[in-house]
């Protein structure tokens, strides 16, 4: 499985960026797909995901801010950002994982920078 995301960039507070992440398979039935984040000195950690079916899952840091999508006929998934903060600088890494109990499979990451 690859899996290639982009987007990421420079930007100031209170700014959007849109990420993707296009994957070499199909989508569809895919468990779960979504975002982890690591800023420098920090664990990754979950941003988004998306799950079949059409459940998402948001960290509170970034609730009401960023929106998670699938688009299945292009087997990407999105991560829409608004509103960005300092804090939300990090690589920003995809994932997908095509079963509940399955391994995760990662992205190259992308970097985001928000400046002040």
Do not use: H
């Not at 690859?2 to 990421?8: D, E, K, R, T, Y």
């Not at 998670?68 to 087997?75: E, L, Q, V």
């Amino acid at each position: 499985v690859q899996l290639q995301a982009s987007g990421g960039g420079l930007v100031q507070a209170g700014g959007s960026l849109r990420l993707s992440c296009t994957t070499s398979g199909n989508i569809v039935n895919v468990y779960e797909m979504g975002w982890y984040r690591q800023a420098p000195g920090k664990q990754r950690e979950l941003v988004a995901a998306a799950y079949v079916g059409g459940v998402t899952n948001y960290a509170d840091s970034v609730k009401g801010r960023f929106t998670i999508s699938r688009d299945n006929a292009k087997n990407t998934v999105y991560l829409q950002m608004n509103g960005l903060k300092p804090e939300d600088t990090a690589v920003y890494y995809c994932y997908i994982r095509r079963t509940e109990w399955g391994t995760n499979y990662w992205g190259q990451g992308t970097q985001v920078t928000v400046s002040s």
